[in-house]
């Protein structure tokens, strides 16, 4: 299969959840422009990455990897970028403190504007129009025109994943992630939350190691290892097109300028399908989402074709099941794969399995069903001898009442009140710093 692949290759096969623009030449048009546009991402950042998870592909690092479900236009600010960014950092912070190994920090940011849908069309009181497919496509607006699919919109998230990009590498290398400022990052944030003190002695033990080091002559501030960090993005590649034109070449290999790693979802991830048959050829990292209708042998087969020469950190397999189904489900996965001697990163995306309609009419999630997903797949994978490599998060690092439960105890009634998603719903800032406490001490079990 990998002989027969061109950039182009993926064209010759069905292409599943893509918009129907009503004027292809737009379309056409706007392609060859984000074609001539630079990359907004290197081949050399998307290796440093593979050769991150091939860490926690060996059980030696865990993978972190959140944000939002679907960026917005509306919403796009400086600070939700930082906001998201420093919560990533808290929780990397929490989950090095206790699994004792570097965390891999990935964020669904700079490029996750486009969201599947399970009908094309949205039907309201008697009104049929196109599902609305993230800001990527369409607009939110029930209307005729704002659901029009628009390719000028293309444009609009190249540069906006640009200039989000531009202020997470300065925020990476400028010393404001330096593990000096890991106090800091608290401030104005989650110092009202019931975590602060945990975080605050966590906090305490990095600045007495830093202080011991420096005291012993053996760190100056030039050790880039500890004045800057890597942070890399993420997005599902769901429209082929945009993913096609910033598709460029480095040498003999190809790789997706739009993200460091990129995910097939579980709608998109048919063996003979394009979105399949393009992630095959793309030297960029890969995640897999496997959902509940997945089949050992299919699940066999798709690695085969995303990771034909059986590279470690190349394939991340991001298990989306449900907490009533994950015990039954998982454990064969596993198990056939680890016979295929595949070299895979195991991690688990805990929300897609475990949404309901609240009593308010709002879509929710509960974060007790959430957490329950987590510690069912961190106990397979301790029961069939393999890694447990990472996480999966719908997240923000802003105060949002999006899911229930955790310590702030958020119940149906309080979801109206900042309810912002323009999607699915999130696990708020107080909700994933919990989270990363409790996957803390569980790693560290």
């Given at each position: 299969?990998?002989?027969?692949?061109?950039?182009?290759?993926?064209?010759?096969?069905?292409?599943?959840?893509?918009?129907?623009?009503?004027?292809?030449?737009?379309?056409?048009?706007?392609?060859?422009?984000?074609?001539?546009?630079?990359?907004?991402?290197?081949?050399?950042?998307?290796?440093?990455?593979?050769?991150?998870?091939?860490?926690?592909?060996?059980?030696?690092?865990?993978?972190?990897?959140?944000?939002?479900?679907?960026?917005?236009?509306?919403?796009?600010?400086?600070?939700?970028?930082?906001?998201?960014?420093?919560?990533?950092?808290?929780?990397?912070?929490?989950?090095?403190?206790?699994?004792?190994?570097?965390?891999?920090?990935?964020?669904?940011?700079?490029?996750?504007?486009?969201?599947?849908?399970?009908?094309?069309?949205?039907?309201?009181?008697?009104?049929?129009?196109?599902?609305?497919?993230?800001?990527?496509?369409?607009?939110?607006?029930?209307?005729?025109?704002?659901?029009?699919?628009?390719?000028?919109?293309?444009?609009?998230?190249?540069?906006?994943?640009?200039?989000?990009?531009?202020?997470?590498?300065?925020?990476?290398?400028?010393?404001?992630?330096?593990?000096?400022?890991?106090q800091a990052w608290n401030e104005g944030f989650i110092e009202r939350s019931a975590?602060a003190a945990q975080y605050s002695v966590i906090a305490a033990q990095v600045k007495?190691?830093?202080?011991?080091?420096?005291?012993?002559?053996?760190?100056?501030?030039?050790?880039?290892?500890?004045?800057?960090?890597?942070?890399?993005?993420?997005?599902?590649?769901?429209?082929?097109?945009?993913?096609?034109?910033?598709?460029?070449?480095?040498?003999?290999?190809?790789?997706?300028?739009?993200?460091?790693?990129?995910?097939?979802?579980?709608?998109?991830?048919?063996?003979?399908?394009?979105?399949?048959?393009?992630?095959?050829?793309?030297?960029?990292?890969?995640?897999?989402?496997?959902?509940?209708?997945?089949?050992?042998?299919?699940?066999?087969?798709?690695?085969?074709?995303?990771?034909?020469?059986?590279?470690?950190?190349?394939?991340?397999?991001?298990?989306?099941?449900?907490?009533?189904?994950?015990?039954?489900?998982?454990?064969?996965?596993?198990?056939?794969?680890t016979q295929a001697g595949a070299k895979v990163v195991w991690s688990s995306d805990?929300?897609?399995?475990?949404?309901?309609?609240?009593?308010?009419?709002?879509?929710?999630?509960?974060?007790?069903?959430?957490?329950?997903?987590?510690?069912?797949?961190?106990?397979?994978?301790?029961?069939?001898?393999?890694?447990?490599?990472?996480?999966?998060?719908?997240?923000?690092?802003?105060?949002?009442?999006?899911?229930?439960?955790?310590?702030?105890?958020?119940?149906?009634?309080?979801?109206?009140?900042?309810?912002?998603?323009?999607?699915?719903?999130?696990?708020?800032?107080?909700?994933?710093?919990?989270?990363?406490?409790?996957?803390?001490?569980?790693?560290?079990?």
């Open positions: 299969m990998a002989n027969s692949w061109s950039a182009n290759s993926w064209r010759q096969y069905p292409a599943q959840q893509q918009a129907n623009y009503p004027n292809p030449s737009a379309l056409a048009e706007t392609a060859a422009n984000l074609a001539a546009a630079p990359a907004l991402v290197s081949y050399e950042e998307c290796q440093l990455l593979k050769a991150q998870l091939a860490k926690a592909c060996n059980g030696e690092a865990f993978l972190l990897q959140g944000g939002d479900c679907a960026e917005t236009f509306d919403a796009f600010s400086q600070q939700s970028i930082l906001s998201t960014f420093k919560i990533l950092l808290q929780m990397a912070i929490v989950l090095t403190q206790g699994a004792g190994k570097p965390v891999v920090k990935v964020g669904r940011i700079a490029g996750q504007f486009a969201k599947p849908r399970s009908s094309d069309t949205e039907t309201i009181n008697g009104i049929s129009l196109p599902s609305f497919r993230g800001d990527m496509i369409n607009g939110l607006a029930f209307d005729a025109k704002s659901r029009e699919p628009d390719p000028t919109r293309l444009t609009q998230c190249y540069f906006q994943s640009a200039a989000t990009l531009n202020l997470l590498r300065s925020q990476a290398s400028s010393g404001t992630a330096s593990l000096d400022h890991v975590l007495a190691s830093l202080d011991f080091m420096a005291a012993c002559g053996i760190r100056n501030q030039n050790d880039s290892a500890l004045s800057r960090i890597d942070f890399f993005t993420s997005h599902e590649a769901l429209h082929l097109e945009y993913e096609n034109a910033l598709m460029r070449q480095h040498h003999d290999r190809h790789f997706i300028s739009s993200g460091h790693m990129l995910w097939i979802g579980d709608r998109t991830r048919q063996l003979d399908g394009a979105h399949v048959e393009m992630l095959s050829g793309v030297d960029n990292p890969i995640g897999l989402k496997v959902g509940p209708s997945m089949e050992p042998d299919e699940l066999i087969q798709l690695i085969e074709k995303l990771n034909p020469h059986n590279e470690a950190g190349k394939l991340t397999l991001i298990t989306r099941m449900g907490a009533d189904k994950i015990a039954q489900i998982l454990p064969p996965l596993v198990q056939r794969v805990p929300m897609h399995g475990n949404t309901h309609s609240s009593s308010t009419g709002l879509k929710t999630r509960s974060f007790d069903r959430i957490l329950s997903e987590v510690r069912q797949f961190l106990a397979i994978h301790k029961a069939e001898g393999t890694h447990a490599g990472g996480v999966h998060l719908e997240m923000t690092g802003q105060h949002v009442t999006e899911c229930i439960g955790g310590l702030s105890d958020l119940r149906d009634e309080d979801l109206p009140h900042r309810y912002q998603t323009a999607c699915d719903p999130r696990l708020n800032a107080d909700q994933v710093l919990e989270m990363a406490f409790i996957l803390a001490d569980e790693l560290n079990a």
